[in-house]
């Protein structure tokens, strides 16, 4: 087999394969935040909270009332998002009238409170989530061993992304959310129930999170904090991407997932730090985001 | 509130006539007898804490056209808005079809059947021109079909994929009419919809108010341009600091026009 500056081949696709999955995850979290803050203009930082609720939520149906995994993928993230619906009846839509700091103090105090009740009822140690038996083994390509739980996972957020481009570009229903986005009063005013589509958009939003906290759970350890982690560096790809961008938040995810994986092949020291030098950088060249429009 | 003067293109008459005198005599005069379709009584409307209405009445016949002229500032846009229930406050009675829709919000008063095309023409960029055409649902049967509204205005068929923002002015504001004609609505509010655009353009878009009349819908039209009203509408509502101060049959227009030069300040 080839060697690349060094790195046996194995080393490098099995950390680009990490950054593909790690992409994965920022794709289908920023893509929820973009759809979001399309709408409702709110920087929802419940959405790690949010994730991690998706992962607590297939924990729970299988320690609780054994419904496996294949069935968790489809019920926890309508749930989940049933829960964000609430949310936004009860208390985001009373902001709406306010500037985004309300807003994002509102959504970051959720945070904090939901965090930190499932840290107080579940402890911060992780509980484990065993992958389902199609997930487990894998397939050797040659030049690398593909795990099934990894290639599940691609594939999965990679479906999500392109669906939520396709409804949102494509549909009736796409075009009424695009144009409530740019001018509700209008849209109010031809007779469609915007209150409504906000509500459902970010139910919709949030459902997302869900589906990534799914996923995540047979991978990463169940865990309170699995957010918060996560969620700082999913905020800057969405910075990177251009806020309320579409097509821009989903590939930015993944580019940036391949990058830090590549990073942490070449210079492991800075894996941690590529995506906010990245999002420096972007900021400096084009402070509305790679596929932002400037406002 | 504070508003600074436009600047018009077409504050003066449009050279030769924008359609023929058979073409308006054909036209039904329809008398202040025939039915309300809308009536607005002593209606208040504020823009966050200015009030800028101070009770505006009129009201418009079923098929009738009629205008609100009046200067900037007067409260002639905001009379359609608060029509149509997009100010923030309004109060007082605007009754359509006999219901009063003054506690309703917008989109309830839309499904009834009234449309508003907004002076800005809010055409959306994020949809292509197809998708604006078709973004206002059907609120009630009997609304033009696509190819009608092709058949008034040709340009746009040949546009429908681009980006809704890269048509012409004179484009875009055809494009915000022909998608409200498609809903079915009865009752068109059109907020200047000449404004800015180049005479034959104009005269297009009389022409097609006038057939829009033809079909029998019933029409608002905020104006500055009174030489484009007279051709088109039945009667002239003169608005001034958010009341309406006097009211002008469109037959009487001849005799009263040195009064309505004093009102509109021409």
């Given at each position: 087999m080839?060697?690349?500056?060094?790195?046996?081949p194995?080393?490098?696709?099995g950390q680009l394969?990490?950054?593909?999955i790690?992409?994965?995850?920022?794709?289908?979290?920023s893509?929820?935040?973009?759809v979001?803050?399309?709408?409702?203009n709110?920087?929802n930082?419940?959405h790690?909270?949010q994730?991690m609720?998706?992962?607590?939520?297939?924990?729970?149906?299988?320690?609780?009332l054994?419904?496996g995994y294949?069935w968790?993928v489809f019920i926890?993230p309508?749930i989940?998002g049933?829960?964000?619906i609430?949310l936004?009846?009860?208390?985001?839509r009373r902001?709406?009238?306010?500037?985004h700091?309300?807003g994002l103090?509102?959504t970051f105090g959720?945070a904090?409170i939901i965090?930190?009740f499932?840290?107080?009822?579940f402890?911060?140690?992780g509980l484990p989530y065993?992958?389902p038996?199609l997930?487990t083994g894998?397939?050797n390509l040659g030049?690398?061993?593909?795990?099934?739980s990894?290639?599940?996972?691609i594939?999965?957020s990679?479906?999500v992304?392109?669906?939520t481009?396709?409804?949102?570009?494509?549909?009736?229903?796409?075009?009424?959310?695009r144009?409530?986005?740019?001018?509700p009063?209008?849209v109010?005013?031809f007779?469609?129930n915007?209150?409504l589509?906000?509500?459902?958009?970010?139910?919709f939003g949030?459902?997302?999170?869900?589906f990534?906290g799914?996923?995540?759970?047979?991978?990463?350890?169940?865990n309170?904090?699995?957010g918060a982690?996560?969620?700082?560096v999913v905020?800057?790809?969405?910075v990177?991407?251009g806020?309320?961008s579409?097509?821009?938040s989903i590939l930015t995810?993944f580019?940036?997932?391949?990058?830090?994986?590549?990073?942490?092949?070449f210079?492991p020291?800075g894996?941690?730090v590529?995506i906010?030098v990245?999002?420096?950088?972007?900021?400096?060249?084009k402070?509305?985001?790679l596929?932002?429009?400037?406002? | 509130?504070?508003r600074?003067?436009?600047i018009?293109?077409?504050?003066?008459?449009?050279s030769?006539?924008?359609?023929s005198?058979v073409?308006?005599?054909s036209?039904p005069a329809?008398?202040?007898?025939?039915r309300?379709?809308?009536?607005?009584?002593?209606?208040q409307?504020?823009y966050g804490?200015?009030h800028?209405?101070?009770?505006?009445?009129?009201?418009?016949g079923?098929?009738?056209?009629v205008?609100?002229?009046?200067?900037n500032?007067a409260?002639?846009t905001?009379?359609l808005?608060a029509v149509m229930g997009i100010?923030?406050?309004?109060?007082?009675?605007v009754t359509?079809?006999g219901r009063?829709t003054?506690k309703?919000p917008s989109?309830?008063?839309a499904q009834?059947?009234?449309?508003?095309?907004?002076?800005?023409?809010a055409?959306?960029s994020s949809l292509?021109?197809?998708?604006n055409?078709?973004?206002?649902?059907?609120v009630?049967?009997?609304?033009?079909?696509v190819?009608?509204?092709?058949?008034?205005?040709?340009n746009?068929k040949e546009?429908l994929s681009s980006?809704g923002t890269k048509?012409?002015?004179g484009?875009q504001?055809m494009l915000a009419?022909?998608r409200?004609?498609?809903?079915?609505?009865?009752?068109l509010l059109l907020?200047e919809?000449t404004?800015?655009l180049?005479?034959?353009?104009?005269?297009?878009?009389g022409?097609?108010i006038a057939r829009?009349?033809d079909?029998?819908?019933t029409?608002?039209?905020?104006e500055?341009?009174?030489?484009?009203?007279?051709?088109?509408a039945?009667r002239h509502?003169?608005?001034?600091q958010?009341?309406v101060?006097?009211?002008?049959?469109?037959?009487?227009l001849d005799?009263?026009?040195?009064?309505?030069h004093?009102?509109?300040g021409?």
């Amino acid at each position: 087999m080839f060697e690349l500056l060094g790195i046996p081949p194995q080393v490098l696709f099995g950390q680009l394969l990490l950054g593909l999955i790690n992409g994965s995850f920022y794709a289908v979290l920023s893509l929820g935040l973009a759809v979001i803050f399309g709408l409702l203009n709110i920087i929802n930082f419940t959405h790690g909270a949010q994730y991690m609720l998706g992962a607590f939520g297939a924990w729970m149906l299988l320690n609780y009332l054994g419904v496996g995994y294949w069935w968790a993928v489809f019920i926890v993230p309508p749930i989940v998002g049933v829960t964000g619906i609430v949310l936004e009846r009860v208390m985001i839509r009373r902001l709406y009238h306010l500037d985004h700091l309300y807003g994002l103090l509102l959504t970051f105090g959720l945070a904090l409170i939901i965090v930190g009740f499932f840290r107080q009822f579940f402890g911060v140690s992780g509980l484990p989530y065993p992958p389902p038996p199609l997930l487990t083994g894998g397939y050797n390509l040659g030049f690398m061993y593909l795990p099934n739980s990894r290639a599940w996972v691609i594939v999965a957020s990679l479906i999500v992304c392109l669906a939520t481009w396709f409804i949102i570009e494509k549909t009736r229903l796409g075009a009424y959310l695009r144009a409530a986005t740019e001018n509700p009063t209008m849209v109010g005013a031809f007779g469609i129930n915007v209150p409504l589509l906000v509500t459902l958009t970010y139910g919709f939003g949030v459902a997302l999170a869900g589906f990534a906290g799914v996923l995540a759970a047979p991978i990463y350890a169940v865990n309170p904090n699995m957010g918060a982690d996560l969620i700082i560096v999913v905020f800057a790809v969405v910075v990177i991407g251009g806020m309320g961008s579409i097509l821009g938040s989903i590939l930015t995810g993944f580019g940036l997932g391949l990058i830090e994986g590549l990073t942490r092949v070449f210079y492991p020291e800075g894996s941690a730090v590529v995506i906010f030098v990245i999002m420096a950088l972007v900021l400096l060249v084009k402070p509305a985001g790679l596929f932002g429009r400037s406002v | 509130m504070l508003r600074f003067p436009k600047i018009r293109a077409l504050s003066k008459p449009i050279s030769g006539p924008a359609m023929s005198e058979v073409e308006l005599a054909s036209r039904p005069a329809a008398g202040p007898s025939a039915r309300p379709l809308l009536r607005v009584d002593g209606l208040q409307g504020w823009y966050g804490e200015s009030h800028v209405l101070h009770g505006v009445s009129f009201e418009v016949g079923e098929g009738e056209v009629v205008t609100l002229l009046g200067r900037n500032g007067a409260g002639k846009t905001t009379t359609l808005k608060a029509v149509m229930g997009i100010l923030s406050r309004r109060s007082g009675s605007v009754t359509y079809d006999g219901r009063e829709t003054i506690k309703l919000p917008s989109r309830l008063i839309a499904q009834m059947g009234i449309a508003y095309c907004p002076e800005e023409r809010a055409i959306f960029s994020s949809l292509s021109v197809e998708e604006n055409l078709m973004l206002p649902p059907q609120v009630r049967p009997g609304g033009l079909t696509v190819e009608q509204i092709f058949e008034l205005f040709p340009n746009l068929k040949e546009r429908l994929s681009s980006q809704g923002t890269k048509l012409s002015g004179g484009e875009q504001q055809m494009l915000a009419i022909g998608r409200i004609l498609r809903t079915g609505a009865k009752l068109l509010l059109l907020d200047e919809p000449t404004e800015g655009l180049a005479p034959v353009i104009v005269q297009q878009i009389g022409r097609t108010i006038a057939r829009l009349k033809d079909e029998g819908f019933t029409i608002v039209l905020v104006e500055q341009n009174f030489h484009f009203a007279a051709l088109v509408a039945d009667r002239h509502y003169v608005v001034e600091q958010g009341r309406v101060i006097d009211t002008i049959p469109n037959r009487e227009l001849d005799a009263n026009i040195d009064k309505l030069h004093a009102y509109l300040g021409v």
